[in-house]
């Protein structure tokens, strides 16, 4: 399995639980295919948050858990790893909000980010003009 299966990621009839009494979300099942991108829609409170969090491990923070059913990440079980664990192996959650560090420049903002992949300062000047070429207006304020 690992990182030839087809699918990055499996979600199997998850149920959560906040606070071990509130039943937030219950039978919910998604799969990602490699190469794909996967919207997941919903109203106020139907738990979209709730999956996203399941599968990156951070429900732990907000007293929620996943009570039953499985998540695969590249053909393997989700379960004990922390957050930041998952970071590494390449699943990151995006919270909503567009929130960043309000006290840093732009430039610091794109740095931060880039934080856990200790990648070497040449690297990592390589990776701030990749994403320049993408985003010209963040070069132009890139000191604001
Ligand atoms: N930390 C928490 N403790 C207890 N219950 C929670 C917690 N977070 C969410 N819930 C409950 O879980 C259910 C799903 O909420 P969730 O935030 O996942 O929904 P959502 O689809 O992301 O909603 P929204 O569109 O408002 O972001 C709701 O009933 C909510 O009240
Ligand atoms: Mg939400």
């Known amino acids: 399995m690992g990182k030839d299966s087809t699918n990055i990621l499996e979600v199997k009839n998850i149920e959560v639980v906040y606070d071990n009494v509130i039943l937030a979300l219950h039978n919910v099942s998604l799969?990602?295919?490699r190469g794909k991108i996967v919207a997941l829609l919903g109203a106020n409170g139907a738990g979209k948050s709730t999956t996203?969090?399941?599968?990156?491990?951070?429900l732990a923070s907000e007293r929620g858990k996943v009570t039953k059913g499985?998540?695969?990440?590249?053909?393997?079980?989700?379960?004990?790893?922390?957050?930041?664990e998952m970071v590494k192996l390449g699943m990151?959650?995006?919270?909503?909000?567009?929130r960043c560090f309000g006290h840093l420049t732009v430039e610091e903002n794109i740095i931060a980010g880039a934080y856990s992949r200790k990648l070497s300062r040449g690297d990592l000047n390589q990776e701030l003009e990749k994403v320049y070429s993408y985003f010209k207006r963040l070069k132009e304020r890139r000191k604001s």
Do not use: H
């Open 52 to 58: 996203l969090k399941s599968i990156s491990t951070m």
């Open 92 to 98: 990151v959650q995006v919270l909503e909000g567009r």
């Open 70 to 84: 499985s998540i695969d990440y590249e053909g393997n079980a989700v379960k004990d790893q922390t957050p930041s």
């Open 31 to 33: 799969t990602v295919p």
